[in-house]
């Protein structure tokens, strides 16, 4: 763009900050192009239009500002530099073929067979070349043409090849790539776009490398890929996109200024404090990618993409960093955390961890990428196996949920299937435990409900030598609230915590319908005190 302004102030084109497509009914589009007669580059080109006569331009946009950018006199390479030059080689150029006839060719298929297999080759031969003499980027090369064929033809077959290769990832945007998506998406206008770019460039998201082809840098990845994991409206298209579309509502006079302006600062302000209250994400993302934390931390469990080890960096808050796939997932805090018998989410491959407060205290298993991204509609973010909706997998509520919490009232009791040989289960919203004594060696959820209390079933299986049922059997099933074998053996607890863990939300009610008097809840972390104030002075 600068190239451009400076070739609009030295006369060579007209002015470049416009968005109009459409010349207008009296533009002199012959004498714009009689300029263009001594230029050794298009001259000829230009003497054949004249005397053959000018085509009329395809009806473009007018949006009321400055005509479409034409060139307003000839010019040199020598007089202008090799970049300006290549700028306005292009407008000159472009312009040429608005006025140019089209170019028409003949497109020829042909179908042959080999064997049973049917196959078909295109070509095309050009009858005219028309605009594409000048733009010639645009012209159909020779290696198009098909040789002459006729129906029925026997052909030889030279020889037949089978090729193995593999798919590889999209290259780097160029930036003329990049301003067609921007158009595409309605982001920025054609004086704003340049501005855009040079921003990103300027602040080190991205770099210019061969071919202007724009390289993201590890700041600009992880900063998009904080915003992805907070609130992905920030750097998706739409928002701005949405934002544009308003503002072109109140030039046309669809919508009222002050209006639009109040509803996008009410967008904002509410995006803004729930991007702050959810900060520590964007930490850690920072934390893991600009500090010896990556190299501190020790292989764990595996991720679910590449099936390389991710490692679990323990400072606060602690999280599983997978350096391959550059994804950092977080996990419950004020507990420990270790693999879980190696066992894998049969929705992402992931392998899961096991979260615990210790013996007196609750566990859960958990999926990192779950935990994470909720695989289901009715999950929430921080949600762990205890929790999940899952119909069939062995970990989940569906499996090894009990009855409703006799405390809380939107907790389930899930029995823990990694309690053994001191069994117990716990609410997944309040610190309540319910434990059932020594001397179990298995239980096991029944499919079956309890007529009384429509709490699950349990499958009990007793040590022999210390078993409490009858004649020394060592099996047993019933409901452990109303069972008169299964009730002396439950004992309500409250589970001990190191620090009560942040509110997770609403969740999935278990199969019971117990309610209870309070509702169990944490204090949480505060997030940091000068967090609002680094933003609000970032953004200022």
């Not at 946009?61 to 479409?68: F, L, M, R």
């Not at 503002?247 to 996008?264: E, W, Y």
Request: aromatic content about 8%; proline content about 6%; charged content about 25%.
């Amino acid at each position: 763009m600068q190239m451009a302004e400076r070739l609009y102030t030295q006369g060579y084109i007209s002015y470049p900050r416009t968005e109009t497509t459409h010349y207008p009914d009296n533009f002199d589009l012959r004498g714009t192009l009689k300029q263009q007669v001594g230029s050794s580059d298009w001259g000829n080109a230009v003497k054949e239009l004249l005397a053959q006569g000018l085509e009329k331009p395809r009806k473009g946009a007018d949006v009321g500002d400055h005509p479409p950018i034409t060139p307003m006199r000839a010019a040199t390479e020598s007089e202008l530099g090799h970049d300006p030059w290549r700028l306005y080689d292009y407008i000159t150029r472009h312009f040429i073929a608005t006025i140019s006839p089209d170019c028409r060719y003949l497109q020829t298929t042909a179908h042959f067979e080999i064997g049973k297999e049917k196959f078909t080759c295109t070509g095309k031969t050009v009858i005219h070349p028309g605009y594409t003499a000048v733009m010639h980027w645009q012209a159909i090369v020779g290696d198009e043409n098909l040789p002459p064929f006729e129906i029925g033809e026997v052909c030889i077959v030279d020889e037949v090849r089978l090729v193995e290769k593999q798919t590889s990832p999209p290259d780097y945007l160029t930036e003329s790539e990049l301003i067609t998506l921007m158009e595409k998406h309605g982001i920025g206008t054609d004086a704003s776009i340049p501005v855009h770019i040079n921003n990103i460039c300027e602040r080190n998201y991205v770099t210019v490398i061969g071919g202007r082809k724009l390289k993201p840098t590890t700041l600009g990845i992880v900063l998009v890929h904080g915003y992805q994991k907070i609130d992905p409206d920030l750097v998706l298209p739409t928002m701005r996109s949405a934002v544009e579309k308003q503002l072109n509502l109140i030039a046309t006079g669809k919508a009222h200024g002050d209006a639009v302006l109040q509803h996008g600062l009410d967008i904002f302000e509410r995006k803004f404090k729930y991007f702050v209250h959810n900060i520590l994400g964007m930490d850690e993302l920072f934390e893991v990618s600009f500090s010896p934390l990556a190299a501190s931390g020790k292989p764990l469990s595996r991720c679910g993409k590449c099936r390389r080890y991710m490692k679990f960096v323990q400072a606060k808050p602690s999280r599983l960093h997978c350096s391959s796939c550059d994804e950092t997932y977080s996990l419950p805090q004020n507990g420990s955390i270790k693999l879980y018998k190696e066992l894998k989410c049969p929705l992402d491959d992931f392998e899961l961890v096991l979260w615990t407060t210790g013996s007196r205290g609750k566990s859960y298993p958990l999926c990192p990428y779950c935990y994470n991204n909720a695989p289901f509609r009715d999950m929430r973010k921080g949600m762990g196996c205890n929790e999940c909706t899952h119909p069939t997998c062995i970990h989940s509520l569906g499996q090894n949920g009990v009855s409703g919490c006799v405390e809380c009232d939107n907790g389930a009791l899930v029995l823990d299937q990694t309690s053994a040989p001191k069994w117990r289960m716990a609410c997944n919203k309040c610190n309540v435990v319910i434990n059932f004594g020594e001397h179990i060696h298995k239980i096991s959820v029944a499919e079956d409900s309890c007529e009384e209390c429509d709490s699950a079933i349990l499958d009990f299986a007793f040590n022999k030598a210390k078993s409490p049922l009858e004649d020394g059997a060592t099996e047993h099933s019933g409901c452990i609230f109303c069972d008169p074998v299964l009730k002396p053996l439950v004992g309500i607890k409250y589970a001990a915590m190191k620090l009560a863990r942040a509110g997770r939300g609403r969740g999935v009610r278990g199969r019971g319908g117990g309610r209870g008097r309070g509702r169990g809840r944490g204090r949480g972390r505060g997030k940091p005190k000068d967090k609002m104030a680094q933003l609000a002075a970032y953004f200022v």
